[in-house]
């Protein structure tokens, strides 16, 4: 699952040779802009056939928070 998260994110990031773990926050360390993590959220709703609310999204601080999320989804 966490690959799967990573591939995703390296698609949207523009900073190089970044080191994405569990405790990367996204607009931090990233620097994700609101339009990128709305795509990031769209491509793992569609590659892991899951749907997320608004609470969920903006619970999402961390990388880590999106694994936990997806996982959930995933496994109810």
């Known amino acids: 699952m966490f690959e799967t998260i990573r591939e995703i994110l390296l698609r949207y ?3 190089e040779g970044v080191s994405i773990t569990e405790d990367t926050r996204l607009q931090e360390d990233l620097f994700l802009n609101s339009l990128d993590f709305i795509y990031i959220i769209m491509d793992l709703e569609v590659q892991c056939g ?6 969920e999204i903006g619970s999402m601080r961390t990388v880590g928070d999106l694994q936990e999320q997806l996982i959930g989804k995933t496994q109810a």
Request: glycine residues 0%.
């Open 13 to 15: 990031i523009e900073t």
């Open 50 to 55: 899951v749907a997320f609310s608004d609470e």
